[in-house]
Every structure is written in structure tokens, then in C-alpha cells.
């Protein structure tokens, strides 16, 4: 039986990018198109059939982040979270893994949310129940 998932990368979150305007609220017009891109992609994944969504790789822009990222990342990561099905987020160059420093990217998702699988990029993934 085939499976169906939706996969994307290099999302690049960054509020710090010299060719978008910088609202009255502090957010970049990127930033917030790139929150609507994964709205988007939840709203697909909830109208289709879809077995999972992979994101694998670059989350953010850079390994540390200021609030307003790091709020944008967690509203992403929110909409991701309430999606059924298989969730995996695979860290990339720009995102550091740590789930014992909660500074770091991933850190205090990974136990924040609980129904995505966060994969550093250098361990091999293998779950028989979940993956073809």
C-alpha cells in the first residue's frame, strides 16, 4: 500500500531579511508569508488524504532567533502539531537540535509539541509501523 505525504524544506524563518518592510508590529512581510505558506500547507494536508508531512531541513534562517521568530516558529509548528498522521521535523545545517537547551530551535518544541518526531539530521530514522 502506497502512502501520501507532504513534504517540504527550507522554510528559512528569519524576521531579519533587508529586502522585506518591517510592519508596525515588528513582523516582516517574509515572516508572515512564510507563516501563511505552512497554513497553507496544513490546510491542504487537512482537506486531502494525506498519511504525514515531512519538513527536512532549515527551519529557521539562523540557530539563534529573537522572540518574534521564535513566536512565528511556534504559531508553524502549532498548525503542524494539529495535523494527524506522522509528523516529522529533520533538523538542517541552520537549526540546531538540543532538547536539553531550550534556547535552541528545536529545544523547547520538542516538548511542546509532542505529536511531531524531531530528527536530528545525523541519526537514522526508522520506524516500521509508520514509514514504507
Known amino acids: ?27 516582516s512581510d517574509l515572516l508572515e508569508a512564510q507563516k501563511n505558506f ?18 527536512t531541513g532549515d527551519w529557521t534562517d ?11 516558529s511556534n504559531k508553524c509548528l502549532s498548525m503542524m ?4 498522521g506522522l509528523k516529522l521535523a529533520i533538523t538542517g545545517n541552520h537549526t540546531v537540535y538540543d532538547k536539553d537547551n531550550l534556547f535552541t530551535v528545536f529545544g523547547a ?8 518526531r524531531f530528527v ?3 541519526k537514522v530514522l526508522y520506524d516500521e509501523n509508520t514509514i514504507d
Open 38 to 55: 505552512v497554513k497553507d500547507l496544513t490546510e491542504l494536508y487537512r482537506k486531502g488524504t494525506y498519511d504525514g508531512m515531512i519538513f
Open 120 to 122: 536530528n539530521s545525523n
Open 62 to 72: 539562523s540557530s539563534t532567533i529573537d522572540p518574534i521568530v521564535q513566536t512565528y
Open 1 to 27: 500500500m502506497s502512502k501520501k505525504y507532504i513534504i517540504f524544506s527550507d522554510l528559512h524563518l528569519t524576521n531579519n531579511n533587508s529586502n522585506f518592510k518591517i510592519g508596525d508590529n515588528g513582523v
Open 81 to 84: 502539531n494539529r495535523c494527524s
Open 109 to 116: 518544541a520538542d516538548n511542546a509539541f509532542n505529536d511531531i
